[in-house]
């Protein structure tokens, strides 16, 4: 399994049509590409597009500029072999060391997978040495 920790931006924005669209074409604008993004509603009107760049410093930068509010924090990014248990065996060691996720997305392609995990960021420290010592 290769790790990598990674740098996320929460966006918050309005439940609207275009929306990610409107995000992706100002990525496209600036030439910025990113390793993944997620939108949802979050209810009451409200979503959050969720980016993790390849670059982090410019996007950070892009989102100052173009006056975006925005939270940032890290995750990891998980990739290995796509077979039967290995996103199974490494969430279990992750919860016999006591550290709650928040999230995780993962997909299986070609015989790779390719999961991100997210935990309170003062168990980021513990996750990666967990995820480390794999």
Not at 9 to 25: H, M, N, Y
Not at 43 to 63: H, M, Q, S, T, Y
Request: glycine residues 10%; charged residues 30%; negative net charge.
């Amino acid at each position: 399994m290769d790790i990598a920790r990674k740098t996320f931006f929460v966006i918050p924005t309005e439940d609207r049509p275009g929306q990610l669209a409107r995000f992706s074409k100002q990525m496209s604008d600036h030439d910025l590409n990113l390793a993944a993004v997620w939108s949802f509603g979050t209810g009451r009107g409200n979503a959050e597009i969720v980016a993790i760049p390849w670059d982090a410093a410019v996007f950070r930068k892009l989102g100052r500029e173009a006056g975006w509010v925005f939270r940032e924090g890290s995750c990891f990014h998980l990739t290995g072999e796509d077979r039967a248990g290995a996103l199974a065996d490494t969430l279990d060691r992750i919860a016999q060391e006591g550290i709650n996720l928040h999230a995780v997305d993962a997909m299986g392609f070609e015989g790779r997978y390719s999961a991100y995990v997210w935990c309170d960021e003062k168990d980021v420290e513990k996750l990666r040495m967990v995820l480390k010592g794999w």
